[in-house]
């Protein structure tokens, strides 16, 4: 559903073209509830609702329909009765396995295509009767807006008002943080996490911004594919990545003016995916988009798809696609995107990552959600071509060893993160007998030679990173061919991102 478009007006339009039987799927069942009331409400009929705890009651009286606690024997009633009326029948999916009850609720939707009405299905488990499937109507109600969030804001305190003094300490900035980190959860979720921060000390301030988003860390988290990061860094900390960084800057002004850019044509970017040598800093420019952009970063753990699943790898692996959706607009990382979908792992593992690709690769294509994908790779003869198309990526990047220049930023750079002055050491003797290093191996020189002076109760000197990095072989020289290979493919089929960057 397009943004914006009002969900009761589509279910209005929905019944009264003569639908009269729809599944709505998408949300809590709370959420559900409340939206058919609405539109019972807007079509002006007498709402019914059904569980199997209650049986079949309308809505405004306190007991059930008499004799109505089987799924059957309720539509058998509503047959019977041949009411204009709205009826939500809430989890009857494992009852439709059998074809009585199948074939009856079949026989109601035939009569309200002409009569003012319809029959509400939610929360349904499992597969639908082949008979019902060509009647059924699919609603997705789309996840919960800013406004609905900041609804749930204000009803939230104005609730715990009435029992308890709650103070409000929030900016209208820190209030905007505070409604976006809600974005992609659940409005049950978000109003527990609202009513936890203010009970705690009967205040909403911004300390209460890093509740939020560790709660919404857990429960995106929970079922263990995807790993949510706050945002820690910022492009300005990257070293050498001038192209990429220009490419960025481009299409970071749609997240701005989503309207304008949409009027002018442009659909949100789609993603890149990052090939380089290990250890120049690919996976932390998926960390700096993140932060450049100020969207949340999902990182999709490929080490757990297929070990942690057996035989459930595919449906995870869509859960965690629409969880993503779900959060969106966000930044879905992907590390070593080749261990997951390598070329020739579909005959090893009976198709499974075939599939999963598969899958992958139409959610990239079809996807509406505004999430932007940074892919790592470091061995491209493991992709399969189909994964490297046109289309499925906005650009490939390639990112190369640090030439001097970048070299002696990143010297200068992690001399400064621990503590030294970068004015103490010779950072063009640095650069120039680092040839052939990558952001890693410098980074670990530095480490390296600090802890030696440390031992020996000296000072850390130019001489002694020198000394680390003459007994260094770094991965330039020990996989040379390898990544000889790399770039002579890299030459003419990918985007040069200007150097290398600095690694986390």
């Known amino acids: 559903m397009p943004p914006g478009t009002d969900p009761i007006a589509e279910l209005q339009l929905l019944i009264r073209s003569r639908y009269s039987l729809i599944e709505i799927t998408g949300a809590e069942a709370s959420r559900i509830e409340g939206v058919v009331e609405q539109l019972a409400a807007a079509l002006q009929l007498p709402l019914f609702t059904w569980t199997s705890s209650r049986g079949l009651r309308r809505s405004g009286l306190r007991n059930s329909i008499y004799d109505t606690a089987s799924p059957e024997k309720a539509l058998a009633h509503v047959e019977a009765a041949r009411m204009p009326a709205l009826y939500h029948f809430e989890g009857v999916g494992h009852a439709l396995s059998d074809p009585a009850t199948a074939a009856r609720l079949r026989d109601v939707a035939k009569l309200y295509t002409d009569m003012r009405g319809a029959i509400v299905l939610s929360s349904l488990e499992g597969e639908l009767p082949e008979t019902l499937r060509e009647?059924?109507?699919?609603?997705?109600?789309?996840?919960?807006?800013?406004?609905?969030?900041?609804?749930?804001?204000?009803?939230?305190?104005?609730?715990?008002?009435?029992?308890?003094?709650?103070?409000?300490?929030l900016s209208d900035d820190e209030r905007a943080?505070?409604?976006?980190?809600?974005?992609g959860l659940t409005l049950l979720d978000a109003e527990r996490i609202l009513t936890r921060a203010i009970l705690e000390d009967g205040r909403l301030s911004a300390s209460d911004l890093s509740l939020v988003v560790g709660a919404k860390r857990e429960m995106v988290e929970r079922d263990g594919l995807l790993q949510y990061f706050a945002p820690e860094r910022s492009l300005s900390e990257?070293?050498?990545?001038?192209?990429?960084?220009?490419?960025l800057a481009e299409r970071r002004s749609i997240l701005a003016e989503p309207e304008r850019a949409a009027a002018f044509g442009l659909s949100?970017?789609?993603?890149?995916?990052l090939l380089g040598v290990p250890g120049c800093g690919k996976s932390l420019c998926a960390k700096a988009v993140a932060r450049d952009w100020g969207l949340p970063l999902l990182r999709l753990d490929t080490g757990v798809l297929y070990d942690k699943y057996v035989g459930e790898t595919e449906k995870h692996f869509r859960t965690a696609l629409a969880t993503v959706d779900r959060l969106?607009?966000?930044?879905?990382?992907?590390?070593?995107?080749?261990?997951?979908?390598?070329?020739?792992?579909?005959?090893?593992?009976?198709?499974?990552?075939?599939r999963v690709l598969g899958g992958f690769l139409s959610w990239m294509q079809e996807r509406k959600s505004n999430a932007f994908v940074v892919a790592t790779a470091n061995d491209i003869q493991r992709l399969?071509?189909?994964?490297?198309?046109?289309?499925?990526?906005?650009?490939?990047f390639f990112v190369d060893l640090p030439d001097a220049v970048a070299r002696r930023e990143l010297f200068a750079l992690y001399l400064r993160k621990r503590g030294q002055s970068e004015a103490a050491f010779d950072l063009a003797a640095l650069a120039d007998s680092s040839r052939g290093f990558s952001g890693a191996e410098i980074e670990q020189a530095v480490v390296s030679a600090l802890y030696g002076a440390f031992s020996s109760s000296g000072e850390l000197s130019t001489d002694a990173i020198l000394d680390e990095l003459s007994r260094t072989r770094p991965l330039s020289l020990v996989m040379g061919e390898k990544l000889d290979a790399l770039r002579a493919w890299?030459?003419?089929?990918?985007?040069?991102?200007?150097?290398?960057?600095?690694?986390?």
């Not at 969106?328 to 075939?354: H, N, R």
């Not at 399969?384 to 490939?396: A, M, N, Q, S, T």
Request: glycine content about 8%; aromatic content about 6%.
């Open 135 to 169: 009647l059924i109507s699919n609603f997705a109600l789309p996840a919960p807006a800013a406004a609905d969030y900041g609804a749930l804001l204000d009803r939230v305190v104005e609730e715990l008002g009435d029992r308890i003094t709650v103070s409000i300490e």
């Open 177 to 183: 943080r505070l409604v976006s980190n809600l974005n």
């Open 238 to 247: 990257v070293v050498g990545i001038d192209g990429l960084e220009a490419w």
């Open 268 to 273: 949100f970017p789609r993603g890149i995916l």
């Open 328 to 354: 969106a607009p966000v930044v879905l990382w992907i590390d070593e995107i080749e261990k997951a979908f390598a070329a020739s792992a579909g005959s090893e593992d009976g198709g499974l990552s075939t």
């Open 384 to 396: 399969p071509p189909e994964l490297l198309r046109k289309g499925r990526f906005d650009e490939i």
């Open 490 to 504: 890299a030459r003419d089929r990918t985007v040069p991102a200007a150097g290398a960057v600095a690694t986390s």
